[in-house]
């Protein structure tokens, strides 16, 4: 019988890493596969726009150094990725060889069950078939956060570190305000103290207090690891007195279009 793709996540024994790899991937090809253009896109491209969005997160354990992440969840990491990719019509070569390496990886350190061992020709053999994208888009699920109110989070982009203060939970969206720092090296809650808000700076050459409603920020901790909890029960967010006001409470975005507008 031949293999198929939730047989391969079931045989990862990672319900969490499975759950949020496998919401990231959809969220990515809803938002790619959205609207009247993208019908006019090739399935490449759109396949390009996904994976490179997802890899914006699930890079902070691909390129981790092996001192701070276990060989073993990045191997099962590449391996759900490749998968979950394959499913929704995408496929990276670089990817597939990582999970294929993965495979062999995690035979030899016996990690995982002997039907793993047995079909790991058939599961190498469906990741490296042509990868059809289903003729609908994923849905979005409905919204929800293990985050809370008064926590503060680390935020890694690329190779620079961020942070954020939540101010409140609504509608299953975290309400971020970040700390005006970046820097190389991951932030504690110590480097912190007395750090104003950054603001967002206007056509008008104003400061004006920037607030996100922050979707698909989920899981606590972030098996991605790109988000880490510096702090809980922080009442008081970074100080916003400095900046200027306007009419909207927050903007709406996500996880993914955050990244990138912060990438270096």
Known sequence: MAIKHLDVLKLLAAAGLVEAIDGDVKRCAHWARLGPEAAAREPAQIGTEVIENVLLRWNCILQADPAEVAPLYVHKTALALAACLHRQGFADAQLTDAAVVAIAALNAAVALNDTFHRRSADIEAL????????????????????????????????????????????????????????????????????????????????????????????????????????????????DSTHLARHSGLYAVTDVFRMTRDLLP
Do not use: C
């Open 127 to 238: 990741l490296r078939s042509p990868a059809v994208m289903p003729a609908r888009r994923p849905p979005l699920l409905k919204a929800h956060t293990a985050w809370r109110a008064g926590d503060v989070v680390g935020m890694q982009v690329a190779d620079r570190h961020h942070a954020f203060h939540v101010l409140e939970v609504s509608q299953g969206a975290p309400i971020v305000e970040f700390y005006d720092v970046v820097q190389a090296t991951p932030l504690a809650w110590e480097h912190l103290r007395g750090v104003i808000a950054r603001g967002q700076q206007l056509n008008d050459g104003r400061h004006y207090l920037d607030r996100h409603a922050l979707y698909g920020l989920q899981h606590q901790p972030d098996p991605a690891h790109q988000f880490r909890l510096l702090a809980s029960g922080i009442a008081q967010g970074p």
